[in-house]
């Protein structure tokens, strides 16, 4: 779940040119205001200070100087939630070094380096700056597939796809390592970078094993693990694995079926009440969850010594497809009733004990530019990467559970229906993985979720391409969708934001808020404010 | 002409020229100090570029150009108070230093309509004083003290100073060579630089801070020579050591001000929250080599600061104040009059700058003071109004402040209750102040934005568009113009 937010947070993030800059930032405004900003675009030298997926702040990370022939110094700036300067420390690092991952456990920050000649290098600092401990990998240790790994993590806008904090503690680090095949391997350090424990595949086995972390907290951690012979086989097994925090002990084996049976895969797992919680979809025996389309939804209680407290599945058609006829009104029945698949983008427990499934619709059909675009080309003679399909995504839903996994409620939230455009070939792509084609791009409306687990106040924030205000042809710059659960009740609206900016964007924020980015090019001056979402 | 024509005529003249005497004194002020500052401009760069080098003139010319236009921006962006009964206050002050000092050059007086605690001169025979300081001061005679305090920097040529200094450092052809040679060098760009120009850099403001204490010392003459008293004048200096924190206030609690208000905001909302950083305490370093880089940081920052430290200020100035505490003069306490008239213009320039809540805030404090003020209470309804609007805008973060640090523990608790507040709380506690206010609102520009805001609570959109159709020329200008054409285009839709 944290993987996934981290993801979105990156893709919504666009940061600064002149990152020095932010130094210059007037700490009592009431929008952090940097002046003196010639340009802006994406970098990866900025981000969020995520502590037990909420954010507390943001880190700038740049350039200062060059030390000697090999080394140069670099600033971390640490901001809190109020983009108010905290602390600001230097750090001297081998100069062709690149920070590619970095996270917070509430006491330090684990910094993740790559340095094409020397390798890796995890660092822990604490807070003000002091280095507690750090972990050197040689480049001749580190596997090809790791490597692999690696380079995706830099090319691409996502982070934290191998490091996680493991409370406040210590840290976990993911690898794929060289077996007789491919493995993978989860270490686990304390703040000193000291290696507590460890957990891996078999070094022996023939097949290609990797892990995915789902889940973790100093309790415990969840691993999807998936096995298939080679490389090319569409045929993969598939099993999740429950792990104590503490020692990396295994506390018990997660039953995900198989294609005889029938398979499960797992959208979630969260801790309530020293029990995990954990959600996912079901498929008939003989089907594939990478190509079929679920019979419906399961939820699981597993406590910590790994026996199942209560599970149940609720299947699509029989169960929910009723409620949905008894539930919706006349309006969103049409819509509700429509043959959508639903993506999940995130699950959310309040303290109550409901449940709540936030999904997006999407389908596939026939695309008319696509089309026409191939007769066209076609006479030309020239090739041509459009398909005849296109993904249509349509509304959000929030599915209701009680505590007792009884389906309570099924909401349809309007919004204007868009279009992605698929490649050639994708027409043949089952919907589950059309669904993460369509993520993996940014297709999807759902912007964030911010969550405040104290006060039991989450706000699903969304994207809706009807920019119409409310009973008024005036058009805002952005519709901002917000459904917001409070103390386990749900409401929706629509929220115009307007701006004087002529380039503008919005980013996750501290709980119960939105911040909203905003370039003045003629004054060169970047502002940022923060909107509240939920009163 | 008969008798009745001539009468007529003797009407149209005195209410012609009435009019345009009631216009006059504005226009006559802005075009005044248009000239003085434009005339200034003009006298000081022939001044100083007498027998000086091309490039020196460039510099001067671009150093006095700036000044003139920032003056001149500031000018007719309405941030200068030229005239009215709080600037012929201050500027009575004014001239009783002048009046008694008469060696010392004439300067005209403008208040600025900026919260920060400060007054200064950049020589152009004008003296500046911010609503900030004002709002901060006692009595008349610590006002008397801050204007001696830049009349003496102008006698002293401060402003002068810092430009030949400024000009002899950018001309320094011997520190521009070693500048190129750092450049020139391999590694270490930034700390060599930093290790080259900071010397001269603390000199510069050893310096500034040895000309306050000069000024500190002539404008005390100058003071001496008046009728205010030198005992009350040292409460200034307490004043000064606090100036980089916030006023001191009584705890402000919302719902001490607001009767009734727990019956439609809940208690939970009205709670004082403090301010916490979402990282929390950042500790002291343990380690010594840290503990010692902190220390030194520190000191730097001290002599990196342009005015005194606070408690050498005040001790040099106590010294000179007690060899004549003898002098019992009488105090002239700010009188209730005056300190209303500088909150309702330090609330008006808060809006002006877009910083509702420190209006909302700073209201407060003066409502808890002044409980029976009807334009406090009627200016106090109209900022939550303008609140509830932005929040239902989703522009709350355009006018309201962030927690941090930096703000006074009240502030922080006050913004922490704002922020926690919906649109409708908002619109309901500007309605509950309303109530209060049924008689004695003028029909100044205020009073119509009150009336206009009540009408767009109530519902009646189509009274609000219809009646500011009809006076929307009268806010042209005004700190409200923005805020109500935004009302409107919503009042008109929901018409």
Known sequence: MLNLKSKQMKSLKISLFAIFLFIGIIANSQTTTVENVLDIKSTKSTGAIIENQKLVGYYAFFFKEKVDKKNSTYQINLYDDNYTLKKSFEITRPKNSIMFENVYNGTCFLLGFFDYKTGLEYSTYDKTGKLLGTLSIPKKQISKYEMMQLNSTLTSKSENNTIFPLGNTGFIKQTLVKNKKVGYQITAFDNQM?????????????????????????????????????????????????????????????????????????????????????????????????????????????????????????????????????????????????????????????????????????????????????????????????????????????????????????????????????????????????????????????????????????????????????????????????????????????????????????????????????????????????????? | MSFLGLRLLLITYIVLTSIIHAQKPSNQNQIEFENIIKNKYEADLATFSKNRSNEDFKLIKEVLQNRKENTLYLLKNNYFILDGELYDFVNAVLNEIQTKNPKIKFKKLIIVKDESVNAYTS?????????????????????????????????????????????????????????????????????????????????????????????????????????????????????????????????????????????????????????????????????????????????????????????????????????????????????KKISTLIGYNLLEANIQANELSRALFNNSILIHEYPNDINLKLLYSIEWAFLGFYKSKMKEGTVVHLQNEYWSKNYNTFLGIVSNLSPKECFTISKKISESLNTGIKSDINGKCFKLIQEYLKGNYAFYTTEFDGIKSEFKNSIYEKILNDIYEDAKFKK
């Open chain 1, 194 to 535: 000291k290696k507590i424990w460890e957990f891996a595949s078999e070094s022996q086995s023939k097949m290609i094993e990797a892990a995915d972390v789902i889940e973790v907290n100093e309790k415990f951690i969840l691993l999807n693990l998936l096995k298939k012979k080679n490389i090319f086989t569409k045929q993969m097994e598939m099993s999740a694995v429950l792990l104590d925090g503490t020692n990396g002990k295994k506390i018990t084996n997660i039953d995900l079926g198989d294609v005889k049976k029938g398979q499960k895969n797992i959208l979630n797992a969260t801790l309530v009440e020293n029990n995990v919680l954990i959600i996912g979809e079901f498929y008939k025996p003989g089907d594939s969850y990478i190509k079929d389309k679920s019979q419906g939804l399961f939820l699981q209680k597993v406590d910590l010594t790994g026996k199942t407290i209560l599970m149940k599945n609720v299947k699509w058609i029989g169960e929910v497809d009723k409620f949905k006829l008894g539930n919706l009104d006349e309006e969103d029945k049409k819509e509700g009733m429509k043959s959508y698949n639903i993506y999940f983008h995130d699950v959310i427990v309040s303290q109550n004990g409901h449940i709540f499934l936030i999904g997006e619709q999407f389908k596939k059909q026939v695309s008319a530019l696509g089309i026409a675009s191939q007769a066209l080309n076609s006479g030309s003679g020239s090739s041509n990467a459009a398909a005849a399909f296109e993904i249509r995504v349509a509304n959000m839903v929030v599915i209701e559970f009680d505590d007792k996994f009884t389906l309570t409620d099924y909401d349809v939230i309007s919004k204007k229906k868009t279009s992605v455009y698929l490649p050639q070939g994708a027409g043949l792509w089952s919907s589950t993985k059309l669904g993460h084609y369509v993520k993996s791009i940014g297709g999807f409306d759902y912007s964030f979720t911010s969550s405040n687990k104290e006060k039991d106040i989450y706000s699903i924030v969304f994207i809706d391409a009807n920019r119409k205000e409310e009973n008024s042809k005036k058009k805002s710059d952005m519709m901002l969708g917000i459904i917001t659960i409070k103390e386990g009740k749900h409401t929706a609206s629509r929220n115009p934001i307007n701006t004087e900016a002529k380039t503008w964007w919005i980013d996750v924020a501290k709980p119960g808020y939105i911040a909203i980015g905003e370039y003045f090019r003629k004054e060169k001056k970047l502002n940022y404010r923060l909107e509240k979402l939920a009163y």
């Open chain 2, 123 to 335: 020589g152009e025979d004008l003296i500046y004083v911010n609503l900030g300081l004002l709002f901060r001061l006692k009595n008349a005679d610590e006002l008397a003290f801050v204007l001696c305090h830049e009349l003496a920097h102008d006698q002293l040529f401060h402003f002068e100073e810092n430009i030949k200094e400024y000009i002899q450092k950018s001309s320094d052809k011997e520190q521009e060579k070693k500048i190129k040679q750092i450049y020139r060098e391999k590694y270490s760009h930034v700390s060599k630089l930093n290790e080259l120009l900071l010397p001269g850099l603390l000199s510069d403001k050893k310096r500034r801070r040895q000309n306050e204490l000069n000024a500190d010392s002539l404008g005390y003459k100058f003071y001496t020579k008046t009728k205010f008293s030198c005992k009350s004048a040292e409460s200034l200096f307490e004043l000064l050591e606090k100036s980089d924190t916030e006023k001191d206030t009584n705890d402000i609690i919302i719902k001490d001000l607001i009767p009734g208000i727990e019956s439609f905001v809940p208690i939970s909302k009205l709670k004082l929250e403090k301010y916490e950083s979402s990282l929390g305490a950042f500790d002291e370093p343990s380690d010594q080599e840290l503990l010692e880089k902190k220390k030194k940081r520190k000191e730097l920052e001290d002599l990196l600061r342009s005015h005194p430290y606070d408690s050498e200020r005040k001790e040099k100035i106590k010294q000179i104040f007690n060899l004549d505490s003898s002098q019992v003069k009488k105090v002239e306490v700010l009188s």
